[in-house]
């Protein structure tokens, strides 16, 4: 991949704009997104759990433009994600995706089958094979705050591709040293195929998050072919510096392509025309070691959600 890497903002009202699907479909354009006729895509959402969907999840209409373009590119699409709570299947039953897509040809899954990858700071993760064998992902992610990591925007949404409690079990083993969790992200990332990023900030969640946080419009739709570069974009306009985001820490420890802000080239609207005023980050990181209770407490929660079929 060339760089500067190629950032296209347009500006969107709300999730009821007719021109929603037109303007998702010409972000993928512009990014070159390469999906063909016949290609398996994997449409990746971001389905965190049960409680605050409408603004901690992706947004139905969002994920529907997504699936339409795919279509129209005449390739296979399955929209899955691994979520910390449930399955696929119930989250996005419960985060509206399921009704929004019912009429399109389209299998909504999790990603489960896990396999193993090797870390480069040593072990392994378990990544879903549904992830690392299609041929193309289209990542769809929220601009959110993230309590634990500062933000989370289009490369920690690759995240959700580790299966199930692993998650939680990277949570346990790596979260004590900040920068080796984001490095397993990173790994997770390199790992997989090719994908192209699109990032919601139509409403973005800050204060806190991933899920706890207050919504704040933003009306930002971005996307590019180098998750990193869209990340870094935004950290722009959020004005926030790397030691306030390890995952972006890391990748400019790492020297990768898209992290510095002189890899990115914005097009469409321009960057100052977002008006991000007031937008809030979190004071201070939270642990990402969760301690034992809290870990067997989720997992439980977990399984209960699963049992009972998102009721």
Not at 130 to 136: E, F, G, Q, V, Y
Request: charged residues 20%.
């Amino acid at each position: 991949m060339s760089y500067p890497v190629t950032v296209t903002l347009r500006r969107i009202g709300g999730y009821d704009d007719p021109g929603l699907d037109g303007a998702v479909a010409a972000l993928f354009e512009a990014a070159d997104c390469p999906v063909g006729r016949g290609d398996r895509v994997l449409v990746k959402p971001n389905l965190v759990g049960p409680r605050n969907t409408a603004l901690s999840c992706s947004e139905p209409h969002v994920v529907r433009a997504v699936c339409l373009f795919a279509l129209s590119r005449g390739a296979v699409v399955t929209v899955a994600d691994s979520p910390a709570f449930g399955t696929g299947g119930i989250m996005a039953r419960l985060a509206g995706l399921t009704q929004a897509l019912a009429d399109l040809p389209v299998a909504v899954e999790s990603l489960d089958a896990a396999r193993p990858l090797r870390l480069a700071h040593g072990g392994s993760i378990g990544v879903s094979s549904k992830a690392l064998d299609t041929d193309h992902i289209l990542n769809v992610a929220r601009l959110k705050c993230h309590d634990q990591m500062g933000m989370t925007l289009a490369t920690k949404n690759f995240f959700g591709c580790v299966c199930g409690f692993r998650k939680s079990l990277a949570h346990q083993r790596l979260g004590r040293d900040r920068a080796r969790f984001a490095r397993m992200i990173l790994d997770v990332l390199a790992a997989l195929p090719p994908s192209t990023s699109l990032l919601d900030g139509i409403v973005a969640m800050h204060k806190a998050g991933p899920v706890g946080g207050e919504p704040f419009k933003l009306g930002l739709l971005g996307a590019a072919a180098n998750p990193l570069a869209l990340d870094t974009a935004v950290y722009g306009l959020l004005r926030l510096a790397p030691d306030a985001v390890p995952l972006w820490a890391e990748a400019l420890r790492q020297d990768l392509g898209g992290a510095r802000p002189e890899d990115v080239a914005c097009a469409g609207e321009p960057l100052e025309s977002f008006d991000a005023t007031g937008f809030l980050t979190p004071a201070s990181l939270a642990p990402l070691h969760f301690e034992p209770k809290r870990f067997v407490t989720g997992r439980l929660r977990s399984v209960l959600l699963t049992l009972r079929g998102g009721r």
